[in-house]
Structures are given as C-alpha cells and as structure tokens.
C-alpha cells in the first residue's frame, strides 16, 4: 500500500520559516517525480513544486518563487519543502503528491498518489 506522510506543519507567524516533510513508501522512490500542492478553504488546489527522480529539475508556483525551496533525499524516501519568509496568504493545508509516468506536471490531475495534508498557518 502506497502512503505519503507529511509532518512538520504548524503555527507560525509572518517572517518565519517552516521545513515541510514528506516520507514516502514508493519503491523504487527514486523513480518519482515528487511535488507539493497547497489549499485553502474555499480555493482551489494550488501547485506549490515539484522535483524530478533525481532531483536535477525543480520548478515552482510563481507565488512562492524565491522564499520556498523543494529537495529530496531517496536515500531517505522523503522530499521536503523549505518555506522562508512565510507570508499570511500561505496558510493552507499542504499535500505531498507522487507519480512515476516521468513527465513532471504542475497540476494536481497528473498526480497519482496523495499524502494527507498537513496545516500551515500563517499569522499576521
């Protein structure tokens, strides 16, 4: 059974960083694109990033560019997500998204397995 696990979520206020974390049991992990993806009440899933197997190809959401940062440890099975300057409108719940067709997307519909999401909120 495939499970995505993310921790390290919290309560923080505005100017602070938080690492996101994602432990995942695919094998092999180092075959998946990995990515994150964040919604808040009343919107839309929205991409956060995303890696590729071997983490050599990143990509971003414009809104998160320059403060977030997503890498990954396949001796670890686990990506992370490194958010720096913390801003009130990212406060969502984050899920951690796997696939293995190769092809990198940015949009939730070409994700295949889903963590449960962990909450990061933001105060002002």
């Known amino acids: 059974q495939v499970q995505l696990v993310e921790s390290g979520g919290g309560l923080v206020q505005a100017g602070d960083s938080l690492r996101l974390s994602c432990a995942a049991s695919l094998r092999p992990f180092s075959t998946f694109d990995m990515a994150w993806f964040r919604q808040a009440p009343g919107k839309e899933r929205e991409f956060v990033a995303a890696i590729s197997p071997r983490g050599a190809v990143t990509y971003y959401g414009d809104s998160v560019k320059g403060r977030f940062t997503i890498s990954r440890d396949n001796a670890k099975n686990t990506v992370y997500l490194q958010m720096n300057n913390l801003k009130a409108e990212d406060t969502a719940v984050y899920y951690c998204?796997?696939?293995?067709?190769?092809?990198?997307?940015?949009?939730?519909?070409?994700?295949?397995?889903w963590g449960q999401g962990a909450q990061v909120t933001v105060s002002s």
């Open positions: 998204a796997a696939e293995n067709y190769g092809t990198l997307p940015l949009t939730a519909h070409g994700y295949d397995y």
